[in-house]
């Protein structure tokens, strides 16, 4: 990925002890680590880790990112015309501490993982893990998890990213999302068409998600594949298909549900 590992490994040490948030304009860097929970680059709980401008782009691999804190996106802003690729990273306790995307704020760019790790991070208003805006592109793949990640709404429309991952674009990713114990507010109705999404809980009457008698859960259109597991779905309401409603061409395959109410 990187063909500068030697100056990469100076930035991380110097950014772990001494990181100051910085911003990127048309340029591609790569930061190499030696693994998840061995290189560490620690914020403080003061400020963000990158602003990414049109042109940037940034590659992580194999390293966690903590404790970044902003009012918006606590580790990362990535605006529109800039990229983030992460592979074997872990966002972790980072903040949004007024706004959106405790870990990402993806304000119309593009945002791309592999065994990306999202967890106890938190916002202020929505997505927990991360907030997607309309136009934004993401695709998170094989080994992306998300656990503990707060936001006052557990916001979804378009795609069933959960446990904080709020994402009103279209997206067109294949992910298995966990989501922890608890009732969670389902406040949009996701639409899904060619994608296939893997909704986990911790069991059913364990993980509830209530969509609070005003919305149905998930309408999947053709191509669309729907795994749930160990979990609740509570008071859907729409005119048909109160929590579901499967079209020609899609599949819903379930596990240890409950469909109450």
């Not at 990925?1 to 991380?12: A, E, I, K, N, P």
């Not at 805006?133 to 795609?159: K, P, R």
């Not at 068409?193 to 919305?215: D, F, K, N, P, Y």
Request: hydrophobic share 45%.
């Amino acid at each position: 990925l990187c063909c500068c590992c030697c100056c990469v490994l100076l930035l991380l040490f110097f950014f772990f002890f001494f990181f100051k948030q910085k911003t990127a304009y048309e340029i591609s860097a790569c930061l190499v680590g030696s693994g998840i929970g061995k290189t560490i680059l620690y914020a403080g709980d003061l400020r963000r880790f990158f602003t990414l401008k049109k042109g940037a782009r940034l590659v992580f691999q194999d390293l966690s990112l903590s404790h970044g804190a902003a009012a918006d996106g606590g580790a990362m802003f990535v605006k529109a015309g800039a990229s983030l690729d992460m592979s074997n990273v872990a966002l972790q306790d980072n903040a949004a501490t007024a706004g959106s995307g405790g870990a990402i704020y993806n304000d119309g760019g593009t945002v791309s993982g592999v065994n990306v790790q999202f967890s106890r991070n938190a916002a202020s208003v929505r997505g927990g893990a991360a907030f997607m805006a309309a136009g934004s592109t993401v695709t998170m793949s094989a080994g992306t998890t998300f656990q503990s990640n707060t936001a006052a709404a557990l916001g979804l429309s378009d795609c069933a990213f959960a446990n904080g991952f709020d994402l009103p674009g279209y997206c067109n990713s294949s992910m298995v999302v966990t989501i922890a114990a608890g009732t969670h507010a389902w406040t949009d109705e996701v639409t899904c068409s060619g994608e296939t999404m893997t909704l986990t809980g911790a069991g059913a009457g364990v993980t509830i998600l209530g969509a609070g008698a005003v919305r149905r859960f998930f309408t999947l259109n053709n191509g669309c594949k729907l795994v749930l597991r160990d979990l609740s779905l509570s008071h859907g309401a729409a005119a048909d298909g109160g929590a579901m409603f499967v079209k020609a061409g899609a599949s819903l395959d379930m596990s240890n549900v409950a469909l109450q109410d």
